[in-house]
């Protein structure tokens, strides 16, 4: 398992690498078309846990205007995100900008996606097993349900991966990642564009 750990983190870096320098032209006119159409900054920065509960900056397109009510609250997902946000998220392109977290070490590849920074007081002795890993751009909870399977079912298929990292299990991740892509299954959970958020009983 060590040794796999280290190849991984050595097959990542060289391919963030050459991943950046061959999408560079298509990231630059993805910005400057979101720039256009948000008319804001093309972005979204927001702090996520990582490996061993290390907080870091996870890059994202961003796919909706910061429109907000009187009281100061954010509107509803489906009023904030435009038309191209919504073929932005079906292509999954918006995370793209992850590659750089890759590439700094952040991230890999493949591993359970780095969730939010309010939830990490919420996790039970099992669930933090999910940070024993790297967070990936992609996962097993992904390539089965992503956003359209519950929370339980959810940390049940990233310690499934904790447990039984392997070469194969990851080829087999990238391979379901490129269907689901292709298929454009799984963007939206059932209840918004997003996933519902973890209130550490559901």
Do not use: C
Not at 65 to 76: A, E, F, H, N
Not at 175 to 198: D, L, Q, Y
């Amino acid at each position: 398992m060590l040794k796999y750990v280290s190849f991984k983190f050595f097959i990542d870096f060289i391919f963030s690498l050459i991943i950046i320098i061959l999408i560079l032209p298509l990231l630059l006119l993805l910005l400057f078309t979101i720039t256009i159409d948000l008319r804001e900054n093309p972005l979204f920065v927001q702090k996520r846990i990582g490996f061993r509960g290390k907080v870091f900056n996870l890059y994202k397109l961003k796919t909706m205007r910061t429109l907000k009510d009187g009281k100061g609250k954010l509107l509803s997902d489906l009023k904030r995100i435009t038309s191209i946000g919504k073929i932005i998220r079906t292509l999954s392109v918006d995370e793209i900008p992850q590659i750089f977290n890759v590439l700094k070490g952040e991230m890999s590849f493949v591993g359970p996606r780095p969730l939010l920074l309010e939830y990490l007081p919420l996790y039970n002795v099992d669930q933090m097993k999910r940070h024993n890993v790297l967070p990936g751009i992609s996962g097993y909870a992904q390539v089965n349900g992503r956003n359209l399977i519950s929370w339980k079912e959810k940390f049940k298929l990233d310690l499934y991966y904790v447990e039984n990292q392997s070469f194969f299990l990851d080829l087999k991740i990238i391979i379901m990642t490129f269907i689901r892509v292709f298929k454009a299954s799984g963007i939206n959970s059932n209840i918004n564009i997003t996933m519902e958020k973890f209130n550490g009983k559901n």
